[in-house]
């Protein structure tokens, strides 16, 4: 995702984070999304899609500690989170779901048929004589 993103959010407005590890993958039938999100509460998590965005945002509430303590290495994340996927195909956001099971959300929005692209040869018919075409 991110060689085909530049490192750079997919749209200028939306800002990313490096939270969650997603997966992006497509099979025949749908476009398929899965992140990582252990210990974050499925209340928290908005998932939403457009025909050229798909957004996982939320917050993972940070757990609190026995008072105060000196971390001697931290490398999990709390906070704000949100991930930007481009689903580089056609899809059907109406029919679009997300469930979270076991920490891993997975986000699956169906293709359609690509419209754009697509060559239709369109028959010509002759006209009568002093016969006008309708608008």
């Given at each position: ?29 749908a ?78 929005v ?17 006209a ?8």
């Open positions: 995702l991110r060689l085909l993103v530049g490192r750079r959010p997919a749209h200028p407005a939306i800002e990313e984070t490096e939270f969650p590890a997603i997966d992006v993958f497509e099979t025949p039938a476009v398929v999304i899965e992140a990582e999100l252990p210990g974050v509460d499925p209340a928290a998590i908005v998932v939403i899609a457009s025909e050229s965005l798909i957004v996982i945002e939320g917050t993972k509430a940070e757990e609190p500690g026995p008072g105060r303590v000196t971390f001697l290495c931290m490398e999990r994340s709390f906070g704000v989170f949100r991930r930007v996927v481009l689903p580089g195909a056609a899809v059907d956001i109406s029919r679009a779901t997300a469930v979270c099971r076991d920490g891993i959300l997975q986000v699956r169906p293709k359609v048929d690509e419209k754009r692209g697509r060559v239709r040869v369109v028959p010509v018919t002759a009568q004589s002093g016969e006008r075409s309708e608008p």
